[in-house]
Structure formats: structure tokens, C-alpha cells
């Protein structure tokens, strides 16, 4: 698959990422675009709402923590089955230097290079729970990191 089949294969899947709960098109292109057997790591900064929201209501009430749980059942095996791994899944202890931040959850995952990272996304299983993602989080960042 080239880069454009691979963005449009993306988009599809979770979106143009207008509403900040996946990557833009050019969010994409940029680690699509990266040395394709270098490692790299995501490190994500996730806020939870209250109360989950799936919007069209076909599935049971949750809190936010439930429905990424939901998320994590499967993305996690997901992960490690793709080649990915998590350095890190900690709770948010609050800022040491700079602007005081809120954040509910941090997560560090890393991916060997990028077919392992593409393995995950393009995966059936977890484009599918992707949904309890997007129902969990209030808001989000994501920020690509160097090895």
C-alpha cells in the first residue's frame, strides 16, 4: 500500500479528525512519512468524561474509565500482538515544571518501527473498539517521540 491508499485507508477508518479524537490527514502523513524502520514512541495524555459518550446510545451507560477500559481490553493485546509495547500506563500526578496540567491517565507505547504501528491501526479488532476511545475521552494529546 503507498502512502495515499494508506491515509485514505486511515481516514475511513477513524475519521478526518476534525473532532480532535484521531489524527488529521496531515497528522497521518507525518508518521507515515517517517523512516519506515526506525523506532518510535506515542506518549498519550487522556482527560475522561464523566459518563462515557457514544452518542447514538447503543451501548450500556458507562463512566469515561469504563468505556477505556473497554478501549484497553483490546488494544492492549492488540498492541503487543502487532509488535507494539507499553513503557509505561501510569495516573496523572500532576505537573512538575511549566503550566499546571489535568490529565487523567498517561501512556507510553512503543513501536519498533513503522509496519508494527500500521499493523495496529489498520487491525480490524481495534478500529472497532476505537469507539470506547473516542466515548472515554473528554480530551486528548498525543505527541510522537524520537528513539
Do not use: C
Request: without cysteine; hydrophobic residues 40%; negative net charge.
Amino acid at each position: 500500500m503507498n502512502v495515499n491508499e494508506t491515509l485514505s485507508s486511515l481516514v475511513d477508518a477513524y475519521g478526518d479528525g476534525a473532532d480532535g479524537n484521531a489524527p488529521t490527514p496531515d497528522q497521518w502523513r507525518r508518521v507515515l512519512e517517517r523512516d519506515p524502520d526506525s523506532s518510535f514512541s506515542l506518549v498519550n495524555f487522556f482527560k475522561f468524561n464523566d459518563k462515557a459518550d457514544y452518542g447514538s446510545g447503543d451501548e450500556p451507560e458507562a463512566s469515561g474509565d469504563e468505556a477505556f477500559q473497554r478501549y484497553a481490553d483490546v488494544s492492549v493485546p492488540s498492541m503487543k500482538g502487532a509488535g507494539g509495547e507499553f513503557l509505561a500506563v501510569a495516573p496523572f500526578a500532576g505537573s512538575l515544571l511549566g503550566n499546571d496540567q489535568d490529565w487523567d491517565l498517561i501512556a507510553i507505547g512503543k513501536y519498533p518501527n513503522l509496519k508494527a504501528f500500521m499493523s495496529l491501526y489498520l487491525n480490524a479488532a481495534y478500529i472497532q473498539a476505537f469507539r470506547h476511545r473516542t466515548a472515554a475521552v473528554a480530551r486528548q494529546n498525543v505527541v510522537v517521540m524520537e528513539h
